[in-house]
């Protein structure tokens, strides 16, 4: 692990998540692979970041979006909701108004109506038809391993979750419009 980012996941955990992961079994990862910011996959108890930049008041927010995942569940519904909240009060607690306020931007952008935004099967899905689309030779497994990767999930997991996942790799294989 990147020492700034191993440096900060500690220091988050002791001031915003002081009694989470007491036996230290979550890790943080870089991993820019990934199609989106930020992963939490409590299976394996490790969180993948795209990327970290040291004392970017983004980067932090992300860390401590994708530990609210780990701390409630995997949606941003209202335990989610929360313990963001939560954090953005610790926030201003210690002084960090640029924390708390990309944290309540967070909070809102997530309390949006869901029209308005890409659920995650559908980017799941998105990305799974335009990798068959755009490689004509690769097999199911194959372009499932690669959206289940940038998704932060295994094969097997990935394949639970996205039912639809032949449906949407055939499309983008024979070509169909979306």
Known sequence: MDNKLHEAFKYIKR?????WDYNKQWVVKEEPCLFVM???????????L????????????LLIHEICHAVTNKNHAKK????????????????????????LKEIAWY??????????????YKNLYDIALRNSGMSCEDCIHKVAVG???????????FKK???????????EKY
């Open 15 to 19: 001031v915003f998540f002081p009694r």
């Open 38 to 48: 930020g992963v939490c996959n409590s299976k394996t108890k490790i969180i993948y």
């Open 50 to 61: 795209k990327h970290f930049y040291a004392n970017n008041p983004d980067s932090i927010c």
């Open 80 to 103: 989610w909701v929360t313990r963001m909240q939560k954090a953005a009060a610790t926030s201003q607690r210690i002084g960090n108004k640029k924390l708390e306020e990309n944290i």
């Open 111 to 124: 309390s949006e109506p869901e029209d308005e935004c890409l659920t995650t099967s559908d980017l799941v």
């Open 151 to 161: 998704f932060g999930m295994d094969d097997e997991d990935f394949k639970k979750s």
């Open 165 to 175: 996942y032949g449906d949407y790799y055939n499309k983008g294989k024979n070509k």
